[in-house]
Each structure stands twice: as C-alpha cells, then as structure tokens.
C-alpha cells in the first residue's frame, strides 16, 4: 500500500505540475497576443502620426501662402486708394 500511495501521490504532483505548466503557457499566449495588438496599435499610431505630421506641414505651408497673397492685396488696396485720392484731390 506504501507503493501505492507513493505512486499515487507522483501522479497527483504530476497532475498538478502539468496543470501549472499548462497555465503557464496559456498566460504566455495571452501575454504575446496582448504584446502583438500593442505592436499593431504602435505602429497604427506611429502612421497616423506620420500623416498627421504631413497635413500640418502642408497646412503650414498653405498659411505662409495665404499670408503673401494678404499682403500683395493689402498693398494693391493701399496704391488702388492713394490712386483714387489722387484722381479726387485734382
């Protein structure tokens, strides 16, 4: 009966080794599935970052356009009045 029990007590800790194991690794797989969607929304975020970064440079440049076409009006506007005036005070 001791053998027995010996035996028996070697399958439970196997058991139970197998089981821990077992959870191990299904932790392990969670842990790189949850580790790879990190990776995934990295990089979607490194891209829409990147894009992001693109349209305000263009905007940025567009600003700088729109401001050089507000001074040449400006400045239009100035010499079209100073002509008027001068057309009026004749």
Known sequence: MSGETTLKEAIGRLGKALTALE???DA???HEQD???S???LQRMNADRSRLAQ???KSEARAERLEEVNR???RRLVTAMETIRAV???
């Open 55 to 57: 349209e305000i440079d």
């Open 35 to 37: 580790f790879a969607e």
């Open 88 to 90: 009026l005070d004749r």
């Open 72 to 74: 040449e009006v400006s």
């Open 23 to 25: 959870d191990a690794v």
């Open 39 to 41: 990776d995934a929304e």
């Open 28 to 30: 392990r797989l969670e």
